[in-house]
């Protein structure tokens, strides 16, 4: 256990819909990574967040989003979802800005 | 645009033998991390060791230990005596150390790892 948590654990919802998938870090971890793993594109990083505060943004589309609220707990906000979305998404935590990482569990998110 | 590559999508080890997954990695960069993690069935991104590139010294972590090779940008990990529990999927991982660079890990695709009892 890493004590990173995800909930939920898994998710099916259909095309068009609105879902949000929520992450704790590990206690005392200020930043907060979001990965999505997919068959065709593997392990792609997202968005990261330190301390409430955007730092990084990768391969995210427009219709995703995140936020860290001042508990430090993490939400990403996927909209109009397509097909193409479905995925396993995980959530990373490092006490530092650029300390070890490590996952929580992962969303498997199915869109029909 | 670092870039990691795993060039073995599967290989295959003997339970109590020795098996090494290699990785290569391209950057222009002269400090930054190397991990390797583990992806059981369960899907749970396990972390498995870690490299800090200005360290000479090869990372050791139980029956784990990396070879790495900072001139040839190689970065291989060696399991000995493996064990049923060791078959997942293996991913390396890259990440910057540059005050200003992201924190974000870049992984390669992957080594599927199968052990036989």
């Known amino acids: 256990d890493s004590g990173v948590t995800q909930t939920p654990k898994h998710l099916i919802t259909a095309t068009g819909q609105r879902v949000t998938l929520r992450c704790s870090p590990r206690?005392?971890?200020?930043?907060v990574y979001w990965y999505q793993q997919s068959l065709d594109q593997g392990l792609q990083f997202l968005i990261q967040?330190?301390?409430?505060?955007?730092?990084a943004k990768g391969n995210i589309l427009e219709r995703f989003s995140a936020q860290q609220f001042p508990d430090l707990h993490s939400e990403l906000n996927l909209s109009s979802l397509e097909l193409g979305d479905s995925a396993l998404y995980f959530c990373?935590?490092?006490?530092?800005?650029?300390?070890?990482?490590?996952f929580g569990p992962g969303t498997r998110l199915l869109v029909l | 645009a670092q870039t990691v590559t795993q060039s073995q999508p599967e290989m295959s080890v003997q339970e109590a033998e020795t098996v090494t997954l290699s990785c290569t990695y391209d950057?222009?960069?002269?400090?930054?991390?190397l991990f390797w993690y583990k992806q059981p069935p369960s899907r749970q991104m396990i972390l498995v060791i870690r490299?800090?590139?200005?360290?000479?010294q090869n990372a050791t972590e139980n029956r784990f230990s990396v070879n790495f090779q900072k001139a040839a940008k190689s970065f291989s990990l060696k399991i000995s005596d493996s064990q049923l529990g060791d078959a997942a999927m293996y991913f390396c991982?890259?990440?910057?150390?540059?005050?200003?660079?992201?924190?974000?890990?870049?992984f390669g695709k992957g080594t599927k790892l199968s052990v036989k009892p």
């Open positions: 990373a935590s490092s006490d530092t800005y650029l300390g070890t990482q490590y």
């Open positions: 206690s005392g971890d200020l930043s």
């Open positions: 967040y330190y301390n409430g505060e955007e730092r």
């Open positions: 950057t222009s960069e002269s400090d930054y991390y």
């Open positions: 490299q800090e590139a200005y360290k000479q």
């Open positions: 991982a890259y990440r910057g150390n540059y005050g200003g660079s992201q924190g974000n890990l870049i």
